[in-house]
């Protein structure tokens, strides 16, 4: 008995290393040259100890026990290589990687769209189908999502030709769906309003779904100094004849961070499902410079109401003003209801140092709490690039924080484990 009592003792001591308070796992370094950053991560709904995260542009990491230990592999298709990997899992436990590839005939990596599906954990993946494949346009920043039944949603910008200055050149937000991410529905614009190809502040960028349980679905993304909104009630059948204006981006969602070469404050979303008086709440993140170029911050809003009504903004980060908190993600918890927003924050300094916090809310957005998950500040470096996104994922009170970090020159993929036990004590 006593033997057992030991053993017990060691596993929980054990778990509590490998969860412990915001110890910070390397999983990949490179040189600027041959950098990785933009990671993606996503948690198995069936088994939270089977963890994928994913980084541009190539890199795959992949744990069975909790994050204690990850295989690094690389991503290979036969369609070619792009960037913007994202990673999404359904109920089921299939996860889906997304990530821009190019033609045959094509140097440019942004024709294509393409899936990979995976139904052992991560450990082999298909040769991967197109999402969007269109030889005279340009894709660009998709983003993923699931509902209860398994179909699968991918909104990204198309671009009549990406960076072009021409005034007739055109981006619009695209969508399409599938029932096991190999054959995938004929792509359909959602916004009506487009934007210029310049990648910029008038682009259209940013569109990130959020499906409910009964079916409705929401797009939201930034253009023209706005956050915008698109829904369907009936899975992305119908939808709206205008584009719903939740509010000013207030210095559009292009961002001068010191240190960076680009930054963006592009939206998140997300809707809850859980049953009870708060299911189909969307809640929205963003982040931007309305209280001065010097003073980046994160905002948030809530709607109960199908967005057509949306609470004031609540400012996340809980600093004074005239510091820098940028690129946020916001996930929720499905089995709590309780949000996650990841961000940037130099709220500790003076120069260009920069930490990672997480803030965290366990009534539905009315309050939040910050915490510093990094173990040390880095130092933006315009010569390596920290990509477009970071990302978080949350599953039964554990949540998985991943971002991109620079030192000396090289940057590396960074996660942590948390419980949300260890948030609140």
Sequence with gaps: MLRVTLILVVIIFSLKDTF???????????????????????????????????SAPDHLYVTVDGGITWENK?????????????LVSDAKGTHYLFHLSNSATETNSRKNIVCHVSSDGGKTWDEGTFVASHPDKDQYKPKATTDSKGNVYVTWTQFDKYASKDSTCQSVIMLSSSSNGKKWSKPVQISQTPGNCHDEDDTVAGAIAAVTEDKKMYVSWASHN?????RSFDGGGYWLS???VIGPQQGGWHLDIPGHDRVNGLPGLV???????????????????????????????????????????????DDEKGKHQYLPCITIDQTTGYLYILFYDRRDHEDNKTDVYLA?????GTTFKNV??????????????????ISIAAHKGIIIPIWTRVDDGKTSIVTTVIKQADLIK
Aim: charged share 20%; no cysteine; hydrophobic share 35%.
């Design 74 to 86: 690389k991503i290979s298709s036969p369609h070619g290589i792009g960037g913007d990997q994202v």
């Design 271 to 317: 809707v809850e499902k859980l049953k009870g008086a708060r299911r189909g709440m969307l809640y929205l993140v963003w982040a931007d410079q309305r209280n001065g170029t010097n003073d980046t911050d994160i905002w948030f809003l809530r709607s109960s109401n199908f967005g057509d009504i949306w609470s004031m903004p609540l400012k996340i980060n």
């Design 360 to 364: 965290y809310s366990t009534d539905s």
């Design 226 to 230: 706005q956050i915008l909104l698109d």
């Design 372 to 389: 510093k998950i990094s173990e040390a500040p880095f130092t933006a470096d315009t010569t390596a690039s920290l990509g477009d996104y």
């Design 20 to 54: 412990g308070q915001f110890r910070n796992i390397k999983l990949d370094e490179h040189t600027a040259h041959s950098g990785t950053s933009g990671p993606s991560i996503t948690v198995n709904p069936r088994n939270p100890f089977n963890i994928v995260a994913a």
């Design 242 to 244: 205008n584009d719903i």
